[in-house]
T-cell receptor
Framework: DAGVTQSPTHLIKTRGQQVTLRCSPK?????VSWYQQALGQGPQFIFQ???????QRGNFPDRFSGHQFPNYSSELNVNALLLGDSALYLC???????????FGQGTRLTVV | KQEVTQIPAALSVPEGENLVLNCSFT??????LQWFRQDPGKGLTSLLL?????REQTSGRLNASLDKSSGRSTLYIAASQPGDSATYLC????????????FGEGTQLTVNP
């Protein structure tokens, strides 16, 4: 049983560019959440998708958007990249709300 | 607004020592609490999940306790090994609908051989 998989593992982008990160949830999971983790800090909640809709959103600007597909996989899009967007982006999946969350290995985004 | 604090921020111990990591949260209206391990530059590995109605959970050398009313949880690691070196994060999930987690900043543990 594959766990949560994220792609790519590393990415370097230039300020102002746009980026798309991808996540495949653990088999059978229907809820996907995205987190941003800056160096030396705990992960911060970006948003959560369930039934292809954004259900909850953290304190992130509209430059951060997402999508969930019918197979429950998800994308995180960030527009107009800033240097401060450099971080480890983590995807978590769970089966329905309020159950144990499983995380992927993350995508390391560097904005130069 | 829920805030999660982990003490200490860093801990260095000799191999074989038993140790306790602390986590406190400001809003006791939680659904559950989860402890994670994170190796440098890697994702999070779930260690233990404690439901709000439970007092503790055990897995191997790990034991996590929860005192919801006082807003505290501890992670006890018995007979520490160099392979336990990592950052340990605790996260709480609110009672209200949704499964967003609020994390502490973690405790960086180093176990010296």
């Amino acid at each position: 049983d594959a766990g949560v998989t994220q792609s790519p593992t590393h990415l370097i982008k230039t300020r102002g560019q746009q980026v798309t990160l991808r996540c495949s949830p653990k088999s059978g999971h229907d809820t996907v959440s995205w987190y941003q983790q800056a160096l030396g800090q705990g992960p911060q909640f970006i948003f959560q998708y369930y039934e292809e809709e954004e259900r909850q959103r953290g304190n992130f600007p509209d430059r951060f958007s997402g999508h969930q597909f019918p197979n429950y996989s998800s994308e995180l899009n960030v527009n107009a990249l800033l240097l401060g967007d450099s971080a480890l982006y983590l995807c978590a999946s769970s089966l329905v709300s309020n159950t144990e969350a499983f995380f992927g290995q993350g995508t390391r985004l560097t904005v130069v | 607004k829920q805030e999660v604090t982990q003490i200490p921020a860093a801990l260095s111990v000799p191999e074989g020592e038993n140790l306790v990591l602390n986590c406190s949260f400001t809003d006791s209206a939680i659904y559950n609490l989860q402890w994670f391990r994170q190796d440098p530059g890697k994702g999070l590995t779930s260690l233990l999940l404690i439901q709000s109605s439970q007092r503790e959970q055990t897995s191997g050398r790990l034991n996590a306790s929860l005192d919801k009313s006082s807003g505290r949880s501890t992670l006890y690691i018995a007979a520490s090994q160099p392979g336990d070196s990592a950052t340990y994060l605790c996260a709480v999930r609110p009672e209200t609908s949704g499964s967003r987690l609020t994390f502490g900043e973690g405790t960086q543990l180093t176990v010296n051989p």
